[in-house]
T-cell receptor, first 115, second 114 residues
């Protein structure tokens, strides 16, 4: 069964450092997403991406965050200068449609720890 | 803005007993509704979804959910719980009319005791 894969599974970084989280969505999916889950809290929407541009973003997704699809398979989330409060599990997801009823398929997550 | 409420942080049930996880939602217009399950240190796995039509939706692992428009609810149910059903369950909503943002509830931890 096709799946969304994420790397790294866990990254520890110093405050102020740049971090890039990588995702390989399911190959025939067109919509890509990043969500995050701070330990013990709800899953929060960060951004959605379609046709090589951001289609929607939350208030969390400020200028420190960026997304990119550098080639035909990868989808990345960059945090330019990490803060302590960026420590969370980051989930990538993909779907066949954006506004349609298709469910999102999630990766296993990348745990980011900012020290 | 859309929102989801899961009023119970944790549900405890004995193995073999029925399991219900509650969810209510708020959204403009008609909703698409979803249930996901998260096992420890794992990602979110899709269980089932409501699109339109029959209010009772059947999904993976014997789970089902009932859409109630008047009560804006989408409770998850399983007639006979298994120990392996112990996990974190998330309800999510997306409006049919606009946007592609999926909004999650806070999650309900299910503990099934043997």
């Amino acid at each position: 069964e096709p799946e969304v894969t994420q790397t790294p599974s866990h990254q520890v970084t110093q405050m102020g450092q740049e971090v890039i989280l990588r995702c390989v969505p399911i190959s025939n999916h067109l919509y890509f997403y990043w969500y995050r889950q701070i330990l013990g809290q709800k899953v929060e929407f960060l951004v959605s991406f379609y046709n090589n541009e951001i289609s929607e973003k939350s208030e969390i997704f400020d200028d420190q965050f960026s997304v990119e699809r550098p080639d035909g398979s990868n989808f990345t989330l960059k945090i330019r200068s990490t803060k302590l409060e960026d420590s969370a599990m980051y989930f990538c997801a993909s779907s066949t449609g954006g506004r349609g009823p298709g469910e999102l398929f999630f990766g296993e997550g990348s745990r980011l720890t900012v020290l | 803005a859309q929102s989801v409420a899961q009023p119970e942080d944790q549900v405890n049930v004995a193995e073999g007993n029925p399991l219900t996880v509650k969810c209510t939602y708020s959204v403009s217009g008609n909703p698409y509704l979803f249930w996901y399950v998260q096992y420890p240190n794992r990602g979110l796995q899709f269980l089932l979804k409501y699109i339109t039509g029959d209010n009772l939706v059947k999904g993976s692992y014997g789970f089902e959910a009932e859409f109630n428009k008047s009560q804006t609810s989408f409770h998850l149910k399983k007639p006979s719980a298994l120990v392996s059903d112990s996990a974190l369950y998330f309800c999510a909503v997306r409006p049919q009319a606009a946007g592609n943002k999926l909004t999650f509830g806070g999650g309900t931890r299910v503990l099934v005791k043997p």
